[in-house]
């Protein structure tokens, strides 16, 4: 198409060219008395009068005749312009090109119209503008291609231009969808080493099945089977086979474009072990130190996956040094005949580089000072590569970005300095919310809040919360502000009153109405590591009923049914989470106290532990733990609202919510003092989704249970559950939803298998 513009162009050069001659050929020189313009229906006489090189009263000869006559063409506005003589009047004559009065489409089901439109804007094809085939042509025949992209070999696509009044034109794109082609099958010839099902599993392309109606993976694209070629290749290599090639690849579809089938031809070669791994070059560390990083030993089968995270560590460890350009070069040397490979790795650390500045892009709203206090980076210094990735880790984890990217920039003529530029996508931290929430604990909560996790760009927290659910009533107040002093030490309070209705829960009924408020401080122990300290008062009115448990008529006949007290809380913590929106890898683990004294008298000590591990870039493994303990003090028991339940959306899931562990008489749940439980669950993107990082499912394994006072802890009497799980941080709150299968349940159990909270986190 661009060949068939070219021409055209070149034939419209050639006619003004010609019609310039022409005309030319007829002016003799003369003085203009005046100008008019023929044929104008849209175009304004003063853009004519714009283009001429000739005002009235000046002399016009052949050779302003021939520029005006260009100058017109070229605008693009006009078919034909011709220039005459009418007794010293200088007459213009223009055939202006149609306008394009609408864009119509037909038939058209895998593309929105508006999608389509805008693409043609991009094009130069748009209501308004003046019509050009050449442009009409070029999107059909990208549309097309659109329409093969998609797997929709048999499309056809039809353009009809319709003449209108004052000279306009009508298009009507008409397309014949036809069905979509679907891989029928996929073979790969000359695998012996593995079972053609395992590869077949290794590619994301695959014939029709249960959920490819969602993914389209059974759709041919050529992006996706170089993709899937590339994984097949990595495969083998990882595995030993060097020599590993793809000799070709058939893509064939039906005479009836319906069926598409791919037929992969591979040579496997010979399996390789390593015979010999040394370092040489520039080492400038311990070679000790990088010997260390090598994964691959003698003896062991050829992994090209460990070959190159070994040279990838060695880089990076040379850039913790300041050789921000280091590379280490895996050489091979291959002996066939003992179908072994040596490598030489060559180190060259380059020179040493300094980072002149560090700079912040994307953060419209968040001020520079939020961002640049997590940075352990600076300018002036040495370039280490630790910092820098442990600083990008850092502005993820304030949760204010929805994306973190760091990259470095040579200075030009500056060999020995860098710029580091980190690049921040924000997202919403504030909302103003009237809503609903669901859940299998509370049913529904009406909520109305004004949140704002980072207020006027300043890092800081303010919330003010109203929630009305069966259980929890609150009308909460909040503040956090996470560097109350420049070195880190973080200070927050709030002001609460709450109301906790226990009797729709499988615990024994009971109601309390809490007045409280507290300040809270936290202190950077590391990079890692803190520490917070808080002080907590409250004031408590506990009702009971009549077919409350006996233990809670006790307890409210000995300490009456209102309480003021004070808690101290001290805490622990660990993060090196890679992010707290999405996490893939790093740990959290929290180590909590609380000495309460007053009207109420107790402790409680807790302990939290997550890991999650990277199985591969979208698969991630998270094991967590919860352990409590609690007990009275003076001599006065714990109470009973304090005590600690498992089961429901947040513990083990299948189990009604606080319904595992010690229950009294008539079956109602009482709580203990000390509590276990532990997840593990295996994450993974939702099929076709992987985009939307937040949205994610997982299979997981929960098992917990609550003890009593004196009772022995015997793991036999854990509940356990399996199931599937999908989570978002949808615009509109969280949403977590389980399909749970109890195990090793017992007579009396209170089981749910389907739970799910969504619109707040309860």
Do not use: C
């Amino acid at each position: 198409m661009l060949r068939h513009a070219l021409i055209a162009a070149v034939l419209a050069s050639s006619l003004a060219l010609a019609a310039a001659g022409a005309a030319a050929q007829a002016f003799r020189p003369f003085t203009v008395k005046d100008i008019r313009v023929e044929g104008l229906q849209r175009t304004e006489a003063g853009t004519i009068f714009s283009y001429l090189p000739v005002k009235v009263g000046e002399t016009m000869n052949e050779e302003k005749a021939q520029a005006a006559l260009r100058a017109l063409y070229a605008t693009g506005f006009f078919a034909d312009v011709r220039l005459e003589v009418e007794n010293e009047v200088l007459v213009v004559f223009v055939q202006e090109r149609p306008s394009v009065a609408q864009i119509d489409f037909s038939g058209m089901k895998e593309f929105e119209p508006d999608a389509v439109r805008k693409v043609l804007r991009e094009q130069g094809l748009a209501e308004g503008r003046i019509f050009d085939r050449s442009v009409l042509e070029n999107a059909e025949q990208e549309l097309k291609r659109q329409y093969l992209s998609r797997g929709l070999y048999a499309a056809e696509v039809q353009t009809t231009v319709t003449p209108l009044e004052r000279n306009r034109v009508g298009i009507n794109i008409a397309v014949t969808e036809g069905e979509v082609a679907k891989i029928r099958g996929i073979n790969i010839v000359g695998a012996e080493a593995f079972k053609e099902g395992e590869l077949l599993d290794l590619f994301v392309l695959r014939t029709p099945g249960w959920l490819t109606w969602y993914t389209k993976h059974d759709r041919y694209s050529r992006e996706k089977l170089a993709a899937d070629l590339e994984s097949l290749r990595s495969f083998y290599q990882d595995r030993g086979y060097l020599d590993f090639a793809i000799e070709s690849t058939q893509v064939s579809i039906t005479p009836d474009r319906r069926d598409i089938y791919i037929t992969v031809n591979i040579n496997e070669g010979e399996r390789y072990t390593v015979s010999d791994v040394q370092l040489s070059g520039q080492m400038l560390v311990p070679r000790e130190e990088l010997e260390k990083l090598i994964q691959l030993k003698p003896g062991d089968v050829f992994s090209r996956e460990k070959l190159a995270a070994s040279t990838k560590a060695i880089a990076e460890r040379l850039g913790n040094e300041g050789y921000a350009f280091a590379n280490a070069n895996a050489i091979p040397a291959v002996d066939k005949e003992k179908r072994t490979v040596a490598f030489n790795v060559a180190v060259d650390p380059g020179r040493r580089v300094y980072v002149r500045r560090v700079e912040v892009a994307g953060n419209t709203k968040t001020r520079d000072e939020v961002v640049r206090r997590e940075m352990r980076q600076l300018e002036g210094a040495y370039y280490d590569a630790s910092k820098i990735q442990l600083s990008r880790r850092r502005i993820d984890r304030t949760g204010y970005f929805g994306e973190v990217n760091v990259e470095t920039q040579p200075v030009e003529g500056s060999p020995d300095q860098v710029d580091v530029l980190y690049t921040v996508k924000e997202r919403a931290t504030g909302a103003l919310l009237l809503g609903i929430g669901f859940s299998t604990v509370e049913k529904v909560a009406l909520s109305a809040s004004i949140r704002q996790a980072n207020a006027f760009g300043t890092g800081k927290f303010v919330s003010a919360n109203v929630n009305s659910g069966n259980v929890n009533r609150v009308y909460a107040l909040s503040y956090f502000n996470p560097y109350y002093t420049i070195d880190g030490v973080s200070q927050g309070f709030d002001v609460y009153k709450r109301r906790t209705d226990a009797s729709s829960l499988a615990v024994g009924p009971y109601v309390t109405d809490a007045l409280g408020g507290g300040v809270k401080f936290g202190y950077p122990v590391s990079e890692v590591t803190s520490v917070d300290f808080g002080l907590n008062l409250e004031s408590v009115k506990l009702t009971t009923f009549t077919n409350s448990p006996q233990g809670y008529l006790d307890f409210a006949r000995d300490f009456g049914n209102e309480y003021r007290y004070g808690a101290l809380t001290a805490g622990w913590q660990r993060d090196t989470r890679d992010s707290v929106i999405v996490t893939n890898s790093g740990t959290f683990m929290r180590a909590s106290s609380e000495l309460a004294q007053g009207d109420l008298q107790y402790y409680r000590l807790g302990y939290q532990h997550q890991w999650f591990y990277p199985l591969t870039r979208i698969y991630t493994l998270m094991l967590k733990g919860d352990l409590g303990y609690a007990g009275g003090l003076g001599g006065r028991p714990l109470p009973f609202f304090k005590a600690y339940y498992v089961g429901g959306p947040d513990s083990v899931r299948g189990y009604r919510a606080f319904s595992i562990g010690p229950h009294d008489a008539n079956g109602n749940a009482i709580g203990g003092n000390r509590k276990v439980a532990g997840s593990a669950e295996f994450q993974f993107p939702m099929p076709g989704a992987t985009a939307e990082q937040s949205l994610r499912l997982a299979t997981f394994f929960d098992a917990g249970q609550v003890y009593g006072q004196g009772e022995k802890v015997d793991l036999g009497d854990f509940r356990y559950s399996t199931g599937l799980a999908l989570s978002w941080f949808s615009p509109f709150g969280p949403l977590r939803l389980s399909w749970a299968f109890p195990i090793h349940k017992r007579s009396g159990d209170q089981l749910q298998r389907l739970q799910f909270t969504f619109g707040t986190g309860f």
